[in-house]
């Protein structure tokens, strides 16, 4: 079946792409021969990313004890290449995709809060189910709604119909946006993931965050769905999705629970009341992001 939208998103010459720093290393991070040298000097080609990156890894949601990260080498011995890539994956798509003036702010600015939220969320259930997901619980919450921005930035008057019937009839954006335009940020974000050529999990987390159970990576887009869930709880809500659930009953919470983890303990009032301060977080995480930097002498701390 054609679908008008999705052609034209696929067929749109100046779409959004990440910097090519970006996704050198992300090339490099597939490759069996990567080495902290190689990952650090690839970063340090782009002094502005260079900056961001050691930002993150000095800030409170990555530091490890009280002494300065002051060189990319030694953030990636303390936190691990896997870790690094992901930072440099985040900061590199909210540098290409921040949020626009004027008309467009208010909703971008939903749209970062509620994704944010969603990663920093995974990070606590991640940490406490000990599901070891190695940061791709927060890559993977903050990417997971990236085809809502490109509706949004392409296909505005027809993204705001949907955002309103999302509203006035109480549904799901995704129900609303393929009543409205035929296709759903799913379908878009997949596409975008593939295009970028981002990690495979990143890519399903896009597609099946709201049906986990046909995700070939089950246990991370698990772990989004439900933390989707909580962060809309939290009231970090994107359009109509301020629907009542029970954890218990998701798909998601059985998938975790057949592959091992404990579940049970995510009792929802009482972690509900754990990430109490989750919106504080959210604003220091966009802080840290967009906070300006010196990148004079970058190339000297290699």
């Known amino acids: 079946m054609d679908n008008p939208v999705f052609d034209t998103i696929k067929n749109i010459d100046d779409l959004p792409t990440l910097p090519s720093i970006a996704m050198e290393v992300i090339a490099l991070s597939r490759s069996p021969e990567v080495s902290i040298n190689k ?28 002494n300065e990260v002051d060189t990319l080498h ?16 985040s900061v590199s798509v909210l540098s290409i995709l921040p949020p626009k003036g004027s008309e467009g702010e208010t909703l971008r600015k939903a749209f970062w809060n509620h994704c944010i939220a969603t990663g920093l969320i995974a990070r606590h259930i991640d940490n406490k189910l000990g599901m070891r997901s190695m ?5 993977a919450g903050l990417l997971h709604d990236i085809g809502k921005i490109i509706l949004d930035e392409y296909f505005h008057k027809e993204y705001m119909e949907a955002h309103a019937f999302s509203i006035d ?12 335009l035929g296709t759903t940020h799913m379908e878009i974000g997949h596409f975008l993931a593939q295009k970028w050529d981002l990690p495979g999990y990143i890519a399903d987390v896009n597609l099946y ?20 869930l909580l962060a809309k709880a939290k009231e970090f809500s994107f359009g109509g999705d301020r629907l009542s659930f029970v954890l218990s009953d998701q798909q998601a919470w059985h998938i975790l629970k057949q592959m091992g983890y404990p579940v ?5 009032e009482r972690f509900t009341f754990e990430i109490e301060d989750i919106g504080e977080e959210v604003n220091r995480y966009i802080s840290t992001v967009s906070e300006p930097g010196t990148e004079e002498n970058v190339h000297e701390r290699i």
């Open 39 to 66: 990952v650090s000097e690839c970063i340090y080609k782009d002094p502005p990313l260079a900056t961001k990156v050691l930002r993150m890894a000095n800030s409170s949601f990555y530091r490890r004890g009280s």
């Open 74 to 89: 030694r953030a990636i011995l303390m936190m691990g290449l896997n870790e690094i890539i992901n930072i440099t994956t």
């Open 135 to 139: 940061g791709r619980e927060f890559v």
């Open 169 to 180: 009839v109480d549904c799901p954006m995704y129900d609303a946006e393929l009543e409205v």
């Open 209 to 228: 965050h709201h049906q986990p159970i046909d995700a070939k990576f089950k246990d991370i887009t698990a772990l989004i769905s439900i933390s989707d």
């Open 264 to 268: 049970h303990i995510l009792d929802l």
